[in-house]
């Protein structure tokens, strides 16, 4: 049950973009802003009341901030460490229970709403109807069923069947089966279809696009005559300007975006999730959790190639959005969702105000709740921060959860006390290597 609550003091990020300012009191009933302004004001009014009797939260030194939207996240891996493990050795119903847990994570990190394109098992629309049914506690979702990818395949190559489904992954293998799916997807209750638009094909560098487009038109024709958004991974300049062209809604990574990708974006006012934070992990701590070597410089290079067409992206009004990729090995749930925000002040050069706001603000638009998220403004949802210090000058602060005093989720406080949420080995959930190098004569007495 949503509390009334109070909460006085301290700077107000409001998540508009608008700089930071004093704040004298904002008022949250029924799970919803109610007031914000002068204390005295909201009195005077009626609208505070001994009647009302708020819990009365002091943030004192403190920024009271909009909930984070993490707008590219996995909630059904579980910091999956191959492709093999995902697709064959996880059962459904365990991923379930375990998703439930791991979204106590994410939660207590800040992230209040989130989108996830793809789930395992498709399990993305049970999961969200559970959290908003108060079965199981989480952020707000908005979901993908499974990802639509041709029978060449997305990253996992030949893991890939060449049709049916694996995993996260329904194969579609022409034109009807792209409209027969999608339509499937929505039935099942996608709020997202999700295409994987590149993939990685034996003997060729990088990912091609393994779509035509016939297929990427298909499914956002189809999808949008449901009122569906449509999202693609696009690792590769030809995908970013053919997705833009043929009406994809929201384009993922836009790795080595180019000049005519760029006109496209801006021309059919798709949107950017570039989520480097995958690829800024791996190139600044990958040798500490032992990623292969070299990996990191060719990261690095994507980071810095893509990001300044994001930037000329973002300078002609394209909407940028913050994705974490949460749910691998090295983006774990509860720990890098902000991370986003800091690449995006280093690299991209945005202010920490701007980088916010495309957590906020902007990411109210991937949840379909541009009315009611996103911002700290009268009559919005009451999902809030309150952060030790300001995010405004040191952006970084996000990502420690020592930082964040309080999580406002639904008009109630998060209980951020408990012992963080873990669970001990599941039989056959992680697959082990016998070793991580050939054993060769050579090897052996070098």
């Known amino acids: 049950m949503a509390e009334n609550m109070l909460i006085s003091d301290g ?8 700089s930071p300012k004093p704040n004298d009191a904002i008022f949250l009933q029924n ?6 302004g002068s204390r005295s004001d909201m009195e005077s009014q009626g609208l505070i009341s001994d009647d009302a009797n708020p819990v009365e939260i002091d943030a004192s030194g403190k920024t009271i901030m909009p909930g984070l939207i993490d707008s590219h ?18 059962d459904p119903t365990m991923v379930a229970l375990v998703t439930a847990q791991n979204l106590k994570k994410i939660l207590r990190a800040g992230v209040t709403s989130f989108v996830d394109p793809d789930t395992a098992h498709g399990i993305g629309p049970a999961i969200r109807d559970a959290v908003n049914a108060n079965v199981i506690q989480g952020p707000r979702i ?12 997305g990253t996992a190559g030949r893991l890939i069947p060449d049709e049916g489904t694996v995993g996260y992954a329904q194969v579609v293998n022409s034109t009807d089966e792209v409209t027969k799916w999608t339509r499937r997807h929505i039935k099942y209750g996608a709020d997202w279809i999700k295409i994987h638009a590149t993939g990685s094909i034996p003997g060729k560098s990088g990912e091609l696009l393994v779509w035509n487009r016939e297929e990427i038109r298909a499914a956002c024709q189809t999808a949008h005559e449901l009122g569906i958004p449509v999202m693609a991974h696009c690792r590769g300049a030809e995908s970013v300007r053919v997705c833009a062209e043929e009406g994809v809604d929201l384009i993922l990574h836009a790795s080595f975006m180019d000049e005519e990708g760029l006109t496209a974006v801006i021309e059919n006012g798709s949107s950017l999730c570039p989520t480097f934070t995958f690829l800024a992990n791996l190139a600044d701590f990958g040798a500490k959790v032992g990623a292969s070597p070299g990996m990191e410089d060719i ?43 800091q690449v995006f002040v280093e690299v991209l050069g945005l202010t920490p105000v701007e980088a916010i706001t495309t957590a906020t603000k902007n990411g109210a638009w991937t949840m379909q709740m541009e009315d ?5 403004e009268t009559g919005k949802l009451a999902d809030l921060l309150i952060i030790d210090g300001d995010p405004s000058s040191d952006i970084s602060i996000l990502n420690d959860k020592n930082r964040i005093t309080s999580v406002i989720s639904r008009g109630e406080q998060v209980a951020l006390d408990d012992p963080w949420p873990t669970h001990d080995p599941i039989p056959g959930w992680k697959v082990g290597s016998w070793a991580a190098e050939i054993l060769t004569w050579e090897k052996a007495y070098e």
Request: charged share 20%; glycine share 14%.
């Open 11 to 18: 700077t107000l990020i409001d998540g508009t973009g608008a």
């Open 31 to 36: 799970g919803r802003i109610a007031g914000i």
């Open 73 to 90: 996240l996995h909630c059904s891996f579980d910091d999956v460490q191959s492709n093999d493990e995902l697709f064959f050795h996880r």
């Open 142 to 153: 908005k979901t993908g069923v499974q990802a639509l990818l041709t029978a060449v395949g």
């Open 299 to 341: 990261f690095r290079g994507e980071i810095e190639q893509t990001a300044k067409m994001v930037r000329k992206a973002y300078d002609n009004g394209v909407r940028i959005l913050s994705g974490s990729e949460s749910g691998f090995a090295l983006t774990p749930y509860g720990h890098w969702h902000a991370r986003e925000l």
């Open 372 to 376: 009611d998220l996103g911002t700290i």
